[in-house]
């Protein structure tokens, strides 16, 4: 196959070969397959990449159709910021590109003395690993949700435990299970005095993050088993759409009338309305529906997603 001249890469392209082999993890060898150049032409726009500063610490780049999607995502649903990743080779890889991202914003976004309210979910799960360490002076963070008894590195504590690890900040847990008997049990959690302070902590949060989850059985709460996937059913029939922090939203981002939903112990979506900057963070196809229903939901501050999810996002 012929490459043009080397005058004539355009900063898409390279932007877009960068995010393939850096973050994507392609061989050079498939991003010129993927891209439909050789694999010299790769080689030499990782190098103009490298050259340009484009590849640091980060991919400091946009490519034009992330940008676009991007503004358009602002104007339509109101968005402060927008972060939309290339769209993945494998839907398999969305949470982590997404998650890259979303630790990247983090990084940016906590200062010192800030409180973070986080959420879970594989995308906040992969955020946390790919920060590193991030020295912060007073920081706080608060789980938004309770735990597992099946302890496992990807729950709703071990997410805010790594994210306070990460910025060397106090962790405040909201200690109790994710998913309890019924109202009473929960109403009675409710009153414990520790877990009202921690919903205040969660309230005066300067930054909230969260994801979204589908409704579907590959998602976190059904793949986990913390809820069984003979509710789908009556969760779609009672007009639910996905979840916010384990909540159960319809299309127009309002809580359903199910069961469930008075049965999760997590930080009110309504508490979370009051947080200055909100952040939802979730990609993939499947996920429009959710995300669509979120930004109803919640008044999010930035959305960070894919170039899948923002086009579903726009379309219609």
């Known amino acids: 196959m012929r490459d043009a001249p080397p005058t004539l890469a355009s900063p898409d392209a390279v932007a877009r ?169 929960r109403r009675r959690l409710w009153r414990e005095p520790p877990l009202r302070d921690l919903r205040a902590r969660a309230r005066a949060a300067d930054v909230a993050v969260v994801s979204v989850g589908a409704l579907a059985a590959h998602s976190t709460l059904f793949a986990r088993g913390l809820l069984p996937r003979a509710m789908l059913g009556s969760l779609r029939r009672a007009g639910a759409v996905g979840d916010v922090l384990g909540q159960f939203i319809d299309a127009n981002g309002r809580p359903v009338d199910h069961p469930v939903n008075r049965r999760v112990m997590a930080i009110d979506l309504r508490d979370v309305r009051g947080v200055p900057r909100v952040v939802v963070a979730s990609g993939g196809r499947d996920k429009v529906a959710a995300l669509r229903a979120a930004l109803r939901a919640l008044p999010v501050h930035t959305l960070v997603t894919d170039e899948h999810a923002a086009a579903g996002l726009l379309d219609g």
């Open 17 to 185: 070969a960068a995010w393939h082999y850096y973050v994507q993890g392609l061989t050079q060898q498939d991003v010129a397959l993927r891209m439909g150049v050789t694999r010299a032409r790769i080689i030499e726009w990782l190098g103009a990449a490298r050259e340009a500063g484009i590849v640091r610490v980060r991919i400091d780049a946009k490519t034009a159709r992330s940008a676009a999607l991007e503004s358009a995502l602002c104007i339509r649903y109101g968005l402060a910021g927008a972060d939309v990743v290339p769209a993945p080779v494998a839907a398999s890889s969305t949470a982590a590109l997404v998650g890259h991202a979303a630790g990247v914003l983090m990084a940016a976004l906590v200062t010192d003395r800030t409180t973070v309210a986080v959420g879970w979910g594989a995308t906040l799960h992969a955020s946390v690993r790919t920060l590193g360490a991030q020295p912060r002076a007073g920081v706080s963070v608060v789980a938004l949700l309770g735990g597992t008894t099946h302890s496992r590195a990807m729950t709703p504590p071990a997410v805010a435990r790594r994210l306070a690890d990460a910025f060397e900040a106090e962790c405040f847990q909201l200690t109790a299970p994710l998913v309890v008997a019924d109202d009473a049990m």
